[in-house]
């Protein structure tokens, strides 16, 4: 089966390392912020503002002013600062974050993303992601596979307006984990229950496959 919006958000928490600053974007990347391990100190940074972000508030935690670059409403750590949205875009462009999580809606074989326009529809625009692809070495990019209509969304070359160049080293779909080398994916590991044949079927640009592909374990 393919994973899980919470499952893909368990996944890359694993990428994370104690002391890290991570910076997660919008959508399934908020997520990942209910998963890191227990007893690890990674601090979260917000675009709009907020080092320190915690974990989404329960009902009885709900501050309206306290929110992530979404507009979702979070809760802030122990030890959090606020600060304009200017100083927190110099922390991204000075090279200060270690692992930026970002969603895409392609990515290709050479590393780059689109992830701000479709022509003709209504999406939420580039925000911050531009600088955090130009100011961050080690990305993740979480997204679906394949659209709703089973259109392939790992490419010989993206399709739509770029959002960063030769940028992406690492993708976590709903069906597998991939990192990319010298112009292909490179299959890690794949979803529980789901074939090899199907992500092969479903990866429009050049695809790799070890020997042995692990499927990915959850508690």
């Known amino acids: 089966m393919a994973l899980t919006r919470e499952q ?75 600060f304009s949205s200017a100083e927190s875009f110099a922390m991204i462009r000075g090279g ?15 590393g780059n993303i689109a992830s701000w326009m479709i022509p003709g529809k209504l999406v939420k625009g580039m925000g911050g ?9 080690n990305i993740i990019v979480t997204m679906t596979h394949a659209s709703k209509d089973g259109e392939s969304k790992l490419l010989p070359r993206c399709s739509l307006p770029l959002t960063g160049a030769n940028c992406i080293k690492r993708v976590l779909t709903d069906l597998a984990y991939l990192e990319i080398e010298n112009g292909a994916f490179i299959l890690k590991e794949r979803a529980p229950g789901v074939s090899v044949e199907e992500i092969v ?16 374990q959850f508690a």
């Open 8 to 82: 893909m958000a368990q996944r890359v928490a694993r990428e994370m390392k104690d002391g890290y600053y991570v910076n997660l974007g919008i959508g399934i990347p908020t997520l990942v912020a209910n998963y890191i391990p227990e007893g690890m100190e990674v601090m979260l940074q917000s675009e709009n503002g907020l080092l320190g972000m915690g974990a989404f508030p329960t009902d009885d935690e709900v501050d309206a002013d306290m929110i992530n670059a979404g507009k979702q409403t979070v809760t802030a750590r122990i030890g959090a600062s606020i």
């Open 96 to 110: 200060h974050i270690d692992l930026t999580v970002l969603g895409a809606f392609e990515v290709d074989v050479q």
């Open 129 to 137: 992601a531009m600088d955090l692809v130009a100011g961050a070495d």
């Open 201 to 216: 079927s479903k990866t429009a640009g050049k695809l790799i496959v070890p020997d042995h592909v692990p499927e990915m």
